[in-house]
């Protein structure tokens, strides 16, 4: 069964380092999301990508962050110099459709800023 | 804006019982779509059921039961003769569309589900 893949699992990253997390998304998708859930609390949307642009993001998308599929492939957030409050889950979605078809979810990379 | 709220913060229960998760929400879309994630200790997020506002029929798929009742916004799950591996975090979750036309899902805050042998 098809699948949303993510790489790294866990990274680990000093304060004011950039990191680049790393998702391929379903193949016949056409929607790319990132959401964010820092430790014990819920999932937060982060931005949204359609037609190689960012459709919408939320105030937590601010100019540190940025979106890219640089291949036709993968799909990359980049946090250019991240801080302690960045530390969280970040769960790259798909769709195939908008509307009535469900968002398929990657396992996630858990980003640890130390 | 949509909100979604999942009062229960934690449930604990004994195996084989029944457990029922809460779920209201609120929209001023007359179109929207609800949804249930499971999140497993090793922490995915795993789609178990999507719902469109225009369909009330309650949905059963072995264990589990979905009530939608769009007269009080609720979208509640219940699992059946609950089993240990059903421990989780669970999230209901609002699909919003922006006046661009982008979608998002919108989470509650989860509800904790322990189940004990």
């Known amino acids: 069964e098809p699948e949303v893949t993510q790489t790294p699992s866990h990274q680990v990253t000093q304060m004011g380092q950039e990191v680049i997390l790393r998702c391929v998304p379903i193949s016949n998708h056409l929607y790319f999301y990132w959401y964010r859930q820092i430790l014990g609390q819920k999932v937060e949307f982060l931005v949204s990508f359609y037609n190689n642009e960012i459709?919408?993001?939320?105030?937590?998308?601010?100019?540190?962050?940025?979106?890219e599929r640089p291949d036709g492939s993968n799909f990359t957030?980049?946090?250019?110099?991240?801080?302690?409050?960045?530390?969280?889950?970040?769960?790259?979605?798909s769709k195939k459709l908008t509307g009535y078809s469900e968002a398929f979810f990657g396992q996630g990379t858990r980003l640890t800023v130390v | 804006a949509?909100?979604?709220?999942?009062?229960?913060?934690?449930?604990?229960?004994?195996e084989k019982e029944d457990v029922t998760l809460d779920c209201v929400y609120e929209t001023r879309d007359t179109t929207y779509y609800l949804f249930w994630y499971k999140q497993p200790p090793s922490g995915e997020l795993v789609f178990l059921?999507?719902?469109?506002?225009?369909?009330?029929?309650?949905?059963?798929?072995?264990?589990?039961?979905?009530?939608?009742?769009?007269s009080t916004s609720s979208f509640n799950f219940t699992i059946t003769a609950s089993q240990v591996v059903d421990s989780a975090v669970y999230f209901c979750a609002l699909?919003?569309?922006?006046?661009g036309g982008s979608e998002k899902l919108?989470?509650?805050?989860?509800?904790?589900?322990?189940?004990?042998?």
């Open chain 1, 77 to 93: 957030l980049k946090i250019r110099s991240t801080k302690l409050e960045d530390s969280a889950m970040y769960f790259c979605a």
């Open chain 1, 55 to 67: 459709s919408e993001k939320s105030e937590i998308f601010d100019d540190q962050f940025s979106v």
């Open chain 2, 106 to 117: 919108v989470f509650g805050k989860g509800t904790k589900l322990t189940v004990n042998p």
């Open chain 2, 49 to 70: 059921i999507r719902r469109n506002s225009f369909d009330e029929q309650n949905e059963i798929s072995g264990r589990y039961s979905w009530n939608f009742q769009k």
């Open chain 2, 2 to 14: 949509q909100k979604v709220t999942q009062a229960q913060t934690e449930i604990s229960v004994v």
């Open chain 2, 95 to 99: 699909s919003e569309v922006s006046q």
